[in-house]
């Protein structure tokens, strides 16, 4: 278990819906990372956050998007939903800047659009 | 550019070593990491190695580092069937403030008995 949750851990909804993903870092972790794992793209960084604030973005669509709470806790906004948005997403944490940055991944939730 | 590159397949008998193995093209990388990933399971961390480092052993787990080359490699001594699994390789770019992970397409192995 490394420390890091995920909600919900399946999810099945129709195109042009949206969802919200939820992430809660390990205790004391202030960065939080979002990755989309499908079979052809791979394992894809999203978007990072790191106490808050916004600090990378990756391959991350105009449709979806992401914020951190003031409790650390990430939430992963995906809207107008394609069959294509089918995939694992999952979310990692990280201590934070100035140190060896491995992140520690939760066990994702796998979307379905149909 | 970024970009980690592992072969798909990689087929053991049991009790055998793995060697897995990783190119990244990134000079600036300082860290380089394992990744293992069950089926439908997250990624766990395996172990990870500093750019200014050869070797790192941790149990069963050896990984080297071919700075030169830029080629890493980890080898799982005495393979298990729990060993069966995606083994991903990343290395660390740092952004800013902030240190990205760039992840290979993933090693598939597998353990024969």
């Known amino acids: 278990d490394s420390g890091v949750t995920q909600t919900p851990k399946h999810l099945i909804t129709a195109t042009g819906q949206r969802v919200t993903l939820r992430c809660s870092p390990r205790?004391?972790?202030?960065?939080v990372y979002w990755y989309q794992q499908s079979l052809d793209q791979g394992l894809q960084f999203l978007i990072h956050?790191?106490?808050?604030?916004?600090?990378a973005k990756g391959n991350i669509l105009e449709r979806f998007s992401a914020q951190q709470f003031p409790d650390l806790h990430s939430e992963l906004n995906l809207s107008s939903l394609e069959l294509g948005d089918s995939a694992l997403y999952f979310c990692?944490?990280?201590?934070?800047?100035?140190?060896?940055?491995?992140?520690?991944f939760g066990p994702g939730t796998r979307l379905t659009v149909t | 550019g970024e970009d980690v590159e592992q072969s798909l397949f990689l087929s053991v008998r049991e009790g055998d070593s793995s060697v897995i193995n990783c190119t990244y093209t990134?000079?600036?990388?300082?860290?380089l990491y394992w990744y293992k990933q069950e089926p439908g399971a997250g990624l766990q961390l395996l172990t990870y190695i500093f750019s200014n480092m050869d070797m790192k052993q941790d149990q069963r787990l050896t990984v080297l580092l071919n700075k030169k080359d830029k080629h890493l490699s980890l080898r799982i001594a005495d393979t298990q069937t729990g060993d069966s699994a995606i083994y991903f390789c990343?290395?660390?770019?740092?952004?800013?403030?902030?240190?990205?992970?760039?992840f290979g397409s993933g090693t598939q192995l597998t353990v024969l008995p």
């Open positions: 990692a944490s990280s201590v934070g800047p100035g140190t060896s940055g491995e992140q520690y």
């Open positions: 990343a290395e660390s770019i740092s952004s800013g403030s902030a240190r990205q992970l760039t």
């Open positions: 956050y790191y106490n808050g604030e916004e600090r």
């Open positions: 205790s004391g972790d202030l960065s």
């Open positions: 990134d000079s600036s990388s300082t860290y």
